[in-house]
């Protein structure tokens, strides 16, 4: 019930959020390239303000309580912005400031909350199970985003219907879900006697480098999918216009063809990715215990290759592009939920909360807060000579749009050096959170691995 309730609250999120902007800013308010994205920078600088905050909360009290109150604030927030028109754009965007605040503290404890309840395989599992709301719910708003106001006319009921969802699902999780005691499926639950101070919680994060690598690698494919996600439509459009199967648009509402396949793509190579990998890491485990980094830098480096192809084929095969499409962001989705599994087996359970939330902090601040910004800017500078030019439009997109694939490759070499560490961070998990227990005395049995809880005072929860 905890996972199925969390992943609920989850997919209503994603859904809401790629509504509100695909449609509010691709309508009602138009986009150019290279234009400052107000609302989606004010939306993710509050989630990424919010989220150390709501990290060290979710360490130290009780989690269901937070997260419920989180998921009553963003359902209020939500359901107030669908009233709000165009002439009032500013209320849009400090509502989108609060809505950043109430996805954070969600965000940043619910993964924990599953932590201690599985383990393992069935860690691996359930947090697989969480992570699908990701891209279904992405992908539905995308669809349904594009397709609302030339169907109905009137976009606000989309958003009025998932604030809805989530405060049942809001008061299901206060009512209904337990708050497991932390470490409980490290078979030390109720144990856990101590914990240490919030900076003291930051060096050792800090020190913990698989922590730090995964971290960098998840930046890298959240600067991808941010990018892929604002400019891939409109770069496959404009595919279509210099092969003459389309005609430019100069209308403020154009079609959303291409948003309705993408989006489609998004939901079946997320969902895929997701199972895929947690099916394969399952398996690759027999074989070798790095196996959760490793599956995730193979994903990674496969990816890069059909990102690059997309950009070589577009220009003759809009379904060619579809297909390196469909694979790239199939492999690129993999490691959603491993590189969560990796946080749970590195990071010791009264520290997990914190080590969420800077992780989600530093992915959307080397990723998506800045890519789609960035790729319309380069985008922009390079066409600046031929703005008349349809095909210097198309390829100048496509130029900026390939440094996504580089940075995909740099964050499969994050998740090689994770790979390299992952076991030394792992039995150093293993000792603090002994230490935390008051079980020193079987340290002599798993070797002389060193622990983070060096130099750090402990003091009781």
């Known amino acids: 019930c905890t996972v199925t309730y969390c992943t609920l609250v989850r997919f209503m999120l994603n859904f809401s959020e790629r509504i509100t902007m695909t449609i509010n800013e691709k309508t009602t308010f138009v986009l150019f390239p290279g234009q400052l994205r107000c609302s989606i920078l004010i939306f993710i600088c509050s989630f990424m303000v919010a989220a150390p905050i709501f990290g060290y909360l979710g360490d130290r009290f009780n989690r269901k309580i937070i997260l419920s109150c989180g998921i009553f604030f963003w359902s209020a927030v939500t359901l107030s912005s669908s009233f709000i028109t165009k002439e009032y754009y500013w209320l849009f965007v400090l509502s989108r400031g609060l809505v950043g605040i109430g996805e954070s503290s969600y965000s940043s404890i619910s993964p924990t909350i599953i932590g201690d309840l599985f383990t393992n395989n069935s860690r691996t599992m359930m947090l697989s199970v969480f992570y699908l709301a990701i891209p279904l719910g992405s992908g539905l708003g995308y669809i349904l985003g594009s397709s609302a106001k030339e169907a109905a006319g009137d976009w606000h009921w989309a958003l009025r219907v998932s604030p809805v969802l989530g405060m049942t699902a809001g008061t299901l999780i206060l009512f209904f879900v337990p708050e497991p005691k932390r470490g409980h499926a490290d078979q030390l639950g109720g144990r856990i006697k101590h914990r240490t101070s919030w900076l003291c919680d930051m060096k050792a994060l800090a020190k913990n480098r698989s922590y730090v690598f995964s971290s960098l690698a998840s930046a890298a494919v959240s600067f991808a999918t941010g990018a892929f996600g604002m400019w891939i439509p409109l770069y496959l459009f404009r595919a279509q216009v210099v092969q003459k199967t389309a005609e430019a648009c100069t209308k403020d509402i154009c079609s959303s063809k291409d948003s309705l396949i993408f989006g489609a793509i998004t939901c079946v190579t997320g969902l895929l990715g997701v199972v895929i990998g947690a099916a394969t890491t399952r398996l690759c485990r027999q074989k070798t ?127 090689l050096a994770t790979a390299l560490f992952f076991l030394d961070d792992r039995d150093k998990h293993f000792v603090d959170t002994l230490i935390q227990s008051d079980l020193q005395s079987v340290l002599p049995t798993i070797g002389k691995a060193t622990s983070y809880h060096d130099h750090c005072k402990l003091v009781n929860p």
Request: proline share 3%; hydrophobic share 55%; with cysteine.
């Open 289 to 415: 215990e790095r196996a959760d980094p490793l599956v995730c830098a193979v994903s990674m480096l496969g990816s890069a290759i059909f990102v690059c192809l997309i950009f070589v084929v577009a220009k003759k095969s809009i379904i060619g592009a579809y297909v390196c499409i469909f694979i790239g962001e199939t492999l690129l989705f993999l490691n959603w939920a491993i590189t969560a599994d990796i946080l749970m087996y590195v990071v010791i359970p009264t520290r997990r909360a914190t080590a969420v939330a800077f992780q989600g902090f530093t992915s959307h601040l080397l990723g998506d807060a800045g890519s789609p910004y960035l790729i319309g800017l380069i985008s922009d500078a390079l066409q600046k000579s031929y703005t008349r030019s349809v095909l210097w439009q198309f390829l100048s997109l496509g130029y900026a749009l390939m440094l996504c694939p580089f940075v995909i490759v740099l964050g499969g070499m994050f998740f």
